[in-house]
């Protein structure tokens, strides 16, 4: 629901409904190149495959704030995909005209620390976007990933504006997006029923 219906925020929680988070969409379009960025020492960025859904699994298991899990858990299902899948993906990329990409941040420990995804058109027309989440412990590569994904897509894709999600216990991402100019068009509240 979007936030600023009032009348209606009002109405779900009466009905015993419960907000457990809130996502903001904000857009970014910038003439002015945003640079590569280099990892801080001891990270690195590797391309995940289509059909690896266990490190994103794991990674959002381990991260996802328990007052989101109450509503939304963290599960196999959510996340497991079948084999065909990708194949299907990539018939839809090619006669849609847009090209997508899953990444991976690792730390010096080799954990995951960050799982992100963009996608531009490579058609005239639309609109690109990323959907990125970071360790809530590793505020400092907000900046890093946010450079990285829209480095590639202006590179591939300039002057077309970026569509980005955020949930708002990504408070390091969020700032991050500001600071490069990233604009908010609106927020959501997100509302669940416990029974």
Same mark, same amino acid.
């Given at each position: 629901?979007?936030?600023?219906?009032?009348?209606?925020?009002?109405?779900?929680?009466?009905? /015993?409904?419960?907000?457990?988070? =809130?996502?903001?969409?904000?857009?970014? =379009? =910038?003439?002015?190149?945003?640079?590569? +960025?280099?990892?801080?020492?001891?990270?690195? !960025?590797?391309?995940?495959?289509?059909? %690896?859904?266990?490190?994103?699994?794991?990674?959002?298991?381990?991260?996802?704030?328990?007052?989101?899990?109450?509503?939304? +858990?963290?599960?196999?299902?959510?996340?497991?995909?079948?084999?065909?899948?990708? !194949?299907?993906? =990539?018939? $839809?990329?090619?006669?849609?005209?847009?090209?997508?990409?899953?990444?991976?941040?690792?730390?010096?420990?080799?954990?995951?620390?960050?799982? /992100?995804?963009?996608?531009?058109?490579?058609?005239?027309? /639309?609109?690109?976007?990323?959907?990125?989440?970071? %360790? +809530?412990?590793? +505020?400092?590569?907000?900046?890093?990933?946010?450079?990285?994904?829209?480095?590639?897509?202006?590179?591939?894709?300039? /002057?077309?504006?970026?569509?980005?999600?955020?949930? %708002?216990?990504?408070?390091?991402?969020?700032?991050?997006?500001?600071?490069?100019?990233?604009?908010?068009?609106?927020?959501?509240?997100?509302?669940?029923?416990? $029974?």
């Amino acid at each position: 629901m979007v936030i600023g219906n009032d009348p209606a925020f009002k109405l779900y929680k009466e009905m /015993g409904f419960e907000e457990f988070t =809130k996502s903001y969409e904000y857009h970014f =379009k =910038k003439d002015s190149p945003i640079p590569a +960025p280099s990892p801080p020492d001891g990270y690195r !960025l590797k391309s995940l495959s289509p059909y %690896d859904w266990k490190t994103r699994f794991n990674f959002a298991q381990r991260v996802t704030p328990a007052h989101i899990t109450r509503f939304e +858990p963290v599960t196999e299902e959510r996340y497991r995909i079948s084999w065909i899948m990708p !194949l299907f993906g =990539k018939l $839809f990329e090619s006669a849609g005209g847009f090209h997508s990409d899953r990444f991976a941040a690792y730390g010096p420990t080799d954990e995951v620390v960050a799982i /992100g995804q963009y996608s531009y058109r490579k058609r005239e027309g /639309g609109t690109n976007s990323t959907k990125v989440s970071i %360790d +809530p412990n590793n +505020p400092e590569l907000a900046e890093v990933i946010l450079r990285h994904v829209f480095s590639e897509i202006q590179n591939a894709r300039p /002057g077309r504006r970026i569509e980005n999600s955020f949930e %708002d216990w990504q408070s390091a991402l969020i700032q991050c997006a500001e600071e490069l100019g990233c604009e908010k068009r609106f927020g959501a509240h997100r509302m669940g029923l416990r $029974f």
